[in-house]
């Protein structure tokens, strides 16, 4: 779940989870949560004001507010 200090939050789906992490820590964001911690279907990160939720899916794209 996405820290709850965070102004907005953005669910993304993505098919490689760990490569769209290092994209967003490469921006600044930093890692808050995974969920399940065995096989993670979820990451939620933050940074600048804004939560992201990367959502493991068969498609890339696809983002919701």
């Known amino acids: 779940m996405p820290p709850t200090d965070a102004n907005g939050c953005v669910v993304i789906a993505c098919r490689d989870l760990a490569a769209n992490q290092a994209f967003l820590e490469s921006l600044g964001f930093r890692l808050r949560s995974v969920f399940p911690a065995d096989d993670p279907r979820e990451l939620g ?11 493991r899916s068969e498609r890339d794209g696809g983002g919701h507010l």
């Open 45 to 55: 990160l933050a940074g600048h004001g804004l939560a992201v939720l990367l959502r």
